[in-house]
């Protein structure tokens, strides 16, 4: 079960249509891997369509979500059209996840608590690392989460530098964030969250560009057609 404070439990298979992450508003999906079936990366894509059909109400099998290259951030196509909710995918060894936003950028990470070792420091900024609470597994998993979910939802497309991505205010269950590029910095908002035994993070900002959304759309359509 997934709890964020005052808005209830979330459990696995059935998506949570809206929540707030910060200003912006999100969906999300999560399922336990089978023993076998599919790679983790192509069910969390299938997932992602999923999640798509169920919140715009349309057939499954209209909707295609595919990874741009070189980064591999997901994008959502209905009926060979680019659709205007951003997504983002994340999977572990027995569980992925799904994420949506209509009027923001969003990313998502899924973390095992147990993966959180004294190691991840390295990757923690002197600021960060006087934040964490506890000295734990659990807080180490949960800043790194924030920092892999914060580097998808600002769509920089560059390598993931995690000094670069810097996480602030981090708290039980949200925190800021910004992600310094050669040539910009993308900030916003975050949540945090266990579902079942893992640590999740979904990380929003404003959409990318100054165009309307109609805009964004008809840009991402020229992107997802060479992807189909």
Same mark, same amino acid.
């Given at each position: 079960?997934?709890?964020?404070?005052?808005?209830?439990?979330?459990?696995?298979?059935?998506?949570?249509?809206?929540? @707030?992450?910060?200003? /912006?508003?999100?969906?999300?999906?999560?399922?336990?891997?089978?023993?076998?079936?599919?790679?983790?990366?192509?069910?969390?894509?299938?997932?992602?369509?999923?999640?798509?059909?169920? $919140?715009?109400?349309?057939?499954?099998?209209?909707?295609?979500?595919?990874?741009?290259?070189?980064?591999?951030?997901?994008?959502?196509? $209905?009926?060979?059209?680019? *659709?205007?909710?951003?997504?983002?995918?994340?999977?572990? @060894?027995?569980?992925?996840?799904?994420?949506?936003?209509?009027?923001?950028?969003?990313?998502?990470?899924?973390?095992?608590?147990?993966?959180?070792?004294?190691?991840?420091?390295?990757?923690?900024?002197?600021?960060?690392?006087?934040?964490?609470?506890?000295?734990?597994?659990? /807080?180490?998993? *949960?800043? /790194?989460?924030?920092?892999?979910?914060?580097?998808?939802?600002?769509?920089? &497309?560059?390598?993931?530098?995690?000094?670069?991505?810097?996480?602030? &205010?981090?708290?039980? &269950?949200?925190?800021?964030? *910004?992600? *310094?590029?050669?040539?910009?910095?993308?900030?916003?908002?975050?949540?945090?969250?266990?579902?079942?035994?893992?640590?999740?993070?979904?990380?929003?900002?404003?959409?990318?560009?100054?165009?309307?959304?109609?805009?964004?759309?008809?840009?991402?359509?020229?992107?997802?057609?060479?992807?189909?």
């Amino acid at each position: 079960m997934i709890l964020f404070p005052g808005e209830g439990d979330l459990s696995l298979v059935h998506p949570c249509r809206e929540m @707030r992450v910060g200003r /912006w508003r999100v969906a999300c999906i999560f399922q336990t891997a089978p023993a076998c079936g599919p790679s983790s990366s192509g069910a969390a894509l299938r997932l992602a369509e999923d999640l798509v059909a169920d $919140v715009l109400g349309v057939a499954n099998h209209t909707v295609r979500v595919a990874t741009l290259l070189p980064s591999g951030r997901p994008i959502a196509a $209905v009926s060979g059209q680019a *659709s205007c909710p951003t997504v983002s995918v994340s999977h572990v @060894r027995d569980m992925y996840g799904a994420a949506l936003s209509f009027d923001g950028q969003v990313g998502i990470d899924i973390v095992c608590p147990h993966e959180g070792t004294a190691s991840l420091q390295t990757f923690f900024t002197p600021e960060e690392r006087a934040m964490l609470p506890q000295h734990t597994r659990h /807080w180490y998993a *949960s800043l /790194w989460a924030a920092k892999e979910a914060a580097y998808k939802a600002a769509g920089l &497309d560059i390598e993931f530098q995690p000094l670069r991505v810097h996480i602030r &205010d981090l708290g039980p &269950d949200r925190f800021q964030w *910004s992600v *310094s590029g050669p040539h910009d910095r993308v900030a916003g908002a975050g949540r945090l969250a266990m579902v079942g035994q893992h640590v999740v993070a979904l990380a929003v900002t404003r959409r990318a560009g100054k165009g309307g959304v109609g805009d964004e759309c008809r840009e991402e359509l020229e992107k997802v057609s060479a992807c189909f």
